[in-house]
T-cell receptor
Framework: LAKTTQPISMDSYEGQEVNITCSHN???????ITWYQQFPSQGPRFIIQ???TKVTNEVASLFIPADRKSSTLSLPRVSLSDTAVYYC???????????FGGGTRLMVKP | GAVVSQHPSRVICKSGTSVKIECRSL??????MFWYRQFPKQSLMLMAT?????????EQGVEKDKFLINHASLTLSTLTVTSAHPEDSSFYIC?????????????FGPGTRLTVT
């Protein structure tokens, strides 16, 4: 299983763009990258998933370089409600991504 | 996305008693469900994989006789914490695997806060 490494915590201010990078040096050819968001006392919520290059949805963008050994979750113009823990997972499918790393605790300040 | 519910959302029980937590997939059939445990300020740790109609598969270090899992239908899995002790106090999260669509997805429940006094 590909192990992921993320910064433990990040601080930002409202309205700023936040980029959280995840390292997954031993990602396999068939592996996808999925990001989840978790608020206190809630289950994780799917944010975005990608395989290569760039993926964008209504809440975030995911940038994956050609070597796929890392990925960057980009949150545009964060608000206080984006304060949460963000997890990066790697696996052949979301249904098979069961190993959560430490996650990144994002604190958005006013 | 698909919805997974858990009941109860929080429970307080006395040491030595047993408590059952239900996990339901509301709008899809889940042949596989997963149970996680999360301690304060820590990440989710997979406890076991629950397969409909068969025995659960437990992760290393998780006592199968203490954490009883039953997956009797395609939409319901239950986790029973037997003879609970204060160290079992934690946030228990289930997820359900949906292979019925175009992608193999995992949807998480809202979690159950267990406090053992």
């Amino acid at each position: 299983l590909a192990k992921t490494t993320q910064p433990i915590s990040m601080d930002s201010y409202e309205g700023q763009e936040v980029n959280i990078t995840c390292s997954h040096n031993n990602i396999a050819t068939n592996d996808y990258i999925t990001w989840y968001q978790q608020f206190p006392s809630q289950g994780p919520r799917f944010i975005i998933q990608g395989y290569k290059t760039k993926v964008t949805n209504e809440v975030a963008s995911l940038f994956i370089p050609a070597d796929r050994k890392s990925s960057t979750l980009s949150l545009p113009r964060v608000s206080l409600s984006d304060t949460a823990v963000y997890y990066c997972l790697v696996g052949v499918s979301a249904g098979n991504m069961l190993t959560f790393g430490g996650g990144t605790r994002l604190m958005v300040k006013p | 996305g698909a919805v997974v519910s858990q009941h109860p959302s929080r429970v307080i029980c006395k040491s030595g008693t047993s408590v059952k937590i239900e996990c339901r997939s509301l709008d899809f059939q889940a042949t596989t469900m997963f149970w996680y445990r999360q301690f304060p300020k820590q990440s989710l740790m997979l406890m076991a994989t629950s397969n409909e109609g068969s025995k659960a598969t437990y992760e290393q270090g998780v006592e199968k006789d203490k954490f009883l899992i039953n997956h009797a239908s395609l939409t319901l899995s239950t986790l029973t914490v037997t003879s609970a002790h204060p160290e079992d106090s934690s946030f228990y999260i289930c997820s359900a695997r949906d292979r019925g669509g175009a992608f193999d997805e995992q949807y998480f429940g809202p979690g159950t806060r267990l406090t053992v006094t």
